[in-house]
């Protein structure tokens, strides 16, 4: 399929799946020629207070979250690593650095997300291969949306700019980390969050 003159490969794919991530990267190197850029973006959640956790709802976000970003990396490496270039941009979360009660499961995955790109950024540098995080806040996304009138206006009084992001902007984010304007920036986590984890 092309749109705007871009060849598109839509893939379905469950990022638990180690198999199925290997799979992807074959595929997408199988049918467009190469592999330049990888990023990260499944997530799910799971909210609800510890005490009323089940260790479903805790592996759900863990695996999906966590495990995939290890999952289609760990396919992708090799590639990037041979090549000697490739960018990967890993979307974490504000709740990873300035995680809201009742998101132990979600919080847990989002930190880790942070630690594995800058544990990966220092390992890759060395290729010319560099690896960032963003770290939304509250997105106006279907995931918003669900948010009740009340916890809305709760969470719009947290954020300094006093309204909640849009999905363009954080899709400039990562352009920027994707483009050669952000050469010489690997390992950092960006927060776009209107000034919520000042």
Same mark, same amino acid.
Not at 13 to 18: A, I, Q, S
Not at 82 to 100: A, C, E
Not at 110 to 125: D, H, M, N, P, Q
């Given at each position: 399929?092309?749109?705007?003159?871009r060849?598109?490969?839509?893939?379905?794919?469950?990022?638990?799946?180690?198999?199925?991530?290997?799979?992807?990267?074959?595929?997408?190197?199988?049918?467009?020629?190469?592999?330049d850029?990888?990023?990260?973006n499944?997530?799910?959640?799971?909210?609800?207070s510890?005490?009323?956790?089940?260790?479903?709802?805790?592996?759900a976000?863990?695996?999906?979250?966590?495990?995939?970003?290890?999952?289609?990396?760990?396919?992708s490496?090799i590639?990037?690593?041979?090549?000697?270039?490739?960018?990967?941009?890993?979307?974490?979360?504000?709740?990873?650095?300035?995680?809201?009660a009742g998101?132990?499961?979600?919080?847990?995955?989002?930190?880790?997300?942070? #630690?594995?790109?800058?544990?990966? %950024? +220092?390992? @890759?540098?060395?290729?010319?291969?560099?690896?960032?995080?963003?770290?939304? *806040?509250?997105?106006?996304?279907?995931?918003?949306?669900?948010?009740?009138?009340?916890?809305?206006?709760?969470?719009?009084?947290?954020?300094?700019?006093?309204?909640? #992001?849009?999905?363009?902007?954080? %899709? +400039?984010? @990562?352009l920027?980390?994707?483009?050669?304007?952000s050469?010489?920036?690997? *390992?950092?986590?960006i927060?776009l969050?209107?000034?919520?984890g000042?």
């Amino acid at each position: 399929m092309k749109i705007l003159g871009r060849r598109v490969l839509p893939i379905q794919l469950d990022v638990r799946d180690f198999e199925g991530a290997k799979t992807l990267i074959d595929t997408v190197k199988n049918e467009l020629g190469q592999l330049d850029i990888l990023i990260n973006n499944a997530g799910i959640t799971k909210d609800k207070s510890l005490m009323m956790m089940s260790q479903e709802d805790w592996s759900a976000v863990i695996d999906t979250n966590l495990t995939g970003v290890f999952n289609t990396t760990r396919a992708s490496i090799i590639t990037f690593l041979k090549q000697k270039t490739g960018n990967i941009v890993n979307i974490s979360s504000v709740s990873g650095i300035h995680p809201l009660a009742g998101q132990v499961n979600y919080a847990a995955a989002k930190a880790g997300v942070i #630690g594995f790109t800058k544990s990966l %950024a +220092k390992e @890759v540098a060395p290729y010319n291969i560099r690896v960032n995080a963003v770290a939304p *806040g509250f997105i106006s996304t279907e995931m918003t949306a669900a948010l009740g009138e009340k916890a809305r206006d709760k969470f719009l009084k947290m954020i300094p700019l006093q309204r909640f #992001g849009t999905p363009d902007e954080v %899709a +400039k984010v @990562v352009l920027f980390l994707l483009s050669d304007l952000s050469q010489y920036i690997t *390992g950092q986590t960006i927060q776009l969050d209107g000034g919520l984890g000042i």
